[in-house]
């Protein structure tokens, strides 16, 4: 029997990926009958994935309102100061030790193209632990910041991937 193809083996991982974000806990015998694959065909897909960091990790969708959390985006415009060196600290986990200090969980932080550099998705108790976050990072990066904006989110619809099972309370807001 020949082996597949190298654009069968992408479209059979894109299935997978599809499934394992719609639920990552969801079964392998589950996923498999989804995907009309084996339970073997997908474990192995799921552990290439992972080997080869296709897969970061999997995590759980909160409901940050159970937790008495809210979630927040911080867009930060840089200046044209290079960064140099001091990208390291940005990069390995300074971020992260910085909310820490102020009840911050940062979720999310990427690198941009377009009005805006930097994103950094987060949540905090409220808006003042927001801000005390923002003031700190503008204080620690100075010299790197030209413009930043918080923004709160006030319902989320859909979640990575999923769907808020509270959608019904969207029509409060209306």
Known sequence: MPKSS???????EKKVIR???KNSKESIDKIAKKCGFSRQKVWRIIKR??????????HAVV???KIKMKSYILLLKR???PIGNNI?????????QIGKQVNVNVHLNSYLHGIYDWMLCFTAEDIRHAKKFSEILTREFSKYISE??????IFPIRKCGSANPNIAK???FF
């Open 170 to 172: 969207l029509k409060e």
């Open 6 to 12: 190298r654009k069968q083996i992408d479209d059979d």
């Open 79 to 81: 200046t044209n100061v």
């Open 88 to 96: 390291d600290k940005i990069l390995k986990d300074s971020l992260d």
């Open 19 to 21: 499934e394992l974000q």
């Open 63 to 65: 409901d940050n309102e």
């Open 148 to 153: 930043i904006h918080i923004l709160e989110e």
């Open 49 to 58: 994935l992972e080997k080869n960091k296709t897969i970061w990790g999997y």
